[in-house]
Nanobody, 124 residues
């Protein structure tokens, strides 16, 4: 059984940095792409960032480019999202997603596994 467990979300101030993490178990982590999605209150879920199985290719939403960095640690079966210069608009529940492919694009139907999310709140 595949499990994805997010951690690290909390209340921060605008301009702060925060790293959220996702621990994976139940499948060979290093063979698959991983991604982060987020959903703000009353908003649709949106793609934030994705990373390929080798870590060589990354994808970012335009709204976070230059501020967020996705990375993976295959030895620990963990994917991280480093978030810098946080803004109130970044307030959301952040979900980890496991792709069924080696890449990790903005295509929700390509993700079979989802975590329960971690809340990130950015106050002004």
């Amino acid at each position: 059984q595949v499990q994805l467990v997010e951690s690290g979300g909390r209340l921060v101030q605008a301009g702060d940095s925060l790293r959220v993490s996702c621990a994976s178990s139940g499948r060979p982590f290093s063979r698959y792409g991983m991604a982060w999605y987020r959903q703000g209150s009353g908003k649709a879920r949106e793609f934030v960032a994705g990373i390929s199985w080798t870590g060589e290719t990354t994808y970012y939403a335009d709204s976070v480019k230059g501020r967020f960095t996705i990375s993976r640690d295959d030895a620990k079966s963990t994917v991280h999202l480093q978030m810098n210069k946080l803004m109130q608009e970044d307030t959301a529940v952040y979900y980890c997603a496991g792709s069924i492919y080696q890449i990790a694009r903005d295509r929700p139907d390509e993700y079979r596994y989802w975590g329960r999310g971690t809340q990130v709140t950015v106050s002004g």
